[in-house]
């Protein structure tokens, strides 16, 4: 079965999204204890617009996810189980963007490392998380707590300073924030309209508007074209939205047209949150040099090369998703290249380009359905019915 993107289907955005939306705690905040004797860089690894670093934990590797989405750290359970940690009961639920989840366990951290840089008595919270993220946990918010923290995406180089060490990059622009249920927040602008939006470097997109903000500024209808789809998975369940391009979106001096965004249909969970007006993901952020300096509630940015890149996203029509190892099709949108194809929802993707599935990466699988307008995919598809 043949699958061409059109030239009209630059229109189509990210549904291929397998990574969390952003992952939300309430009031959980982690203890200090970081290292200050000096600044430590050490490599990034980028899958997508998602950044990992390699972590030891009571001198186990690892790999964790940089996420100042995630109001707390997260282990998998595989991971606790390899550490041998013993969790404790719950105390705080988890609101993610897909909904509300039960209280997860919690662990006890006694050290962890991130090149030379160590810190301990930190907690972290046993939550699985998606497949196509393929790491042991995530890196939240009381780990950045920690040292003044700076993402390089360019040169994928992460740097940790203690606040002796620190001096604001040149060029950089100082850009306040303010924390809800533990994440962080920036004024920004949609179409000239103000709003805090959250801080969230684990999330797979670039903009995502919240129910209550869209509501009351009347942008539902407002973008043509608008399209109707799964636009993810988080904490809580899949998450919903209207896939559109805003003419423009500022942050600060720094302003951008043509971007890819989601207006969230969520009635529940982060994403119906009246708090902010929105959620920045990584498509956002690789943009420039990211550095964090939580304890002065501000962060500076710097643009990279990246910066002028235009917004790409999935121009398949298709909403792809995981489930033990598989990949299915979870919506079609009409009107797009999949559904002239024939490909049906619940369709589970075999190969693509005669490639078994099973021999990608997720974020391989993600950039086939970026690929330029006009290209051709070939799909090997398995029916409800085995077919």
């Known amino acids: 079965m043949n699958l061409q993107s059109h030239t009209k289907s630059s229109v189509y955005r990210a549904a291929v999204y397998l990574a969390m939306i952003g992952t939300f705690w309430s009031g959980l905040i982690g203890p200090a204890g970081a290292d200050e004797a000096r600044a430590v860089t050490v490599p990034l690894i980028q899958r997508g617009v998602h950044v990992f670093v390699a972590v030891t934990i009571e001198d186990r590797p690892m790999l964790f996810g940089l996420d100042t989405g995630a109001g707390a750290n997260v282990l998998t359970p595989q991971a606790a189980g390899r550490l041998g940690l013993n969790p404790e009961k719950g105390q705080v639920n988890v609101l993610g963007a897909g909904g509300v989840s039960t209280a997860p366990p919690a662990v006890k951290i006694g050290t962890l490392r991130v090149g030379e840089a160590a810190t301990t008595a930190q907690t972290a919270y046993i939550i699985p998380l998606p497949d196509a993220l393929a790491c042991d946990g995530l890196l939240g918010t009381p780990f950045f707590r920690e040292w003044i923290v700076q993402i390089d995406y360019a040169h994928l180089r992460l740097s940790l300073m203690p606040r002796a060490a620190f001096r604001p990059p040149a060029g950089a622009s100082a850009v306040p924030i303010r924390f809800y249920n533990n994440i962080p927040a920036l004024e920004a602008t949609?179409?000239?309209?103000?709003?805090?939006?959250?801080?969230?470097?684990?999330?797979?997109?670039?903009?995502?508007?919240?129910?209550?903000f869209v509501a009351q500024h009347h942008l539902r209808g407002k973008y043509v074209p608008s399209l109707h789809t799964i636009t993810g998975r988080g904490v809580g369940g899949v998450v919903y939205g209207d896939l559109v391009r805003l003419p423009t979106f500022g942050i600060g001096s720094f302003h951008f047209t043509n971007v890819a965004a989601t207006l969230s249909l969520q009635t529940e969970g982060a994403f119906a949150g009246k708090e902010s007006a929105g959620n920045l993901g990584g498509e956002i952020w690789q943009r420039f040099t990211l550095t964090l300096d939580y304890p002065?509630?501000?962060?500076?940015?710097?643009?990279?090369?990246?910066f002028e890149e235009p917004f790409i996203a999935n121009r398949s029509g298709l909403a792809l998703d995981t489930e033990q190892g598989a990949l299915l099709v979870r919506?079609?949108?009409?009107?797009g290249p999949g559904i002239d194809a024939g490909v049906q929802a619940g369709d589970t993707v075999l190969a693509i380009d005669e490639t078994p599935v099973e021999k990608m990466k997720f974020w391989e699988v993600r950039a086939v359905f970026r690929g330029e307008p006009g290209s051709k995919i070939?799909?090997?598809?398995?029916?409800?019915d085995k077919t």
Do not use: M, Q, W, Y
Not at 378 to 384: E, G
């Open 378 to 384: 070939r799909l090997r598809l398995r029916r409800t």
């Open 296 to 306: 002065e509630n501000k962060i500076f940015l710097a643009r990279n090369a990246h």
């Open 331 to 335: 919506s079609v949108l009409p009107n």
């Open 190 to 212: 949609v179409d000239g309209i103000k709003g805090l939006f959250k801080i969230d470097t684990g999330a797979g997109d670039a903009v995502t508007v919240f129910s209550p």
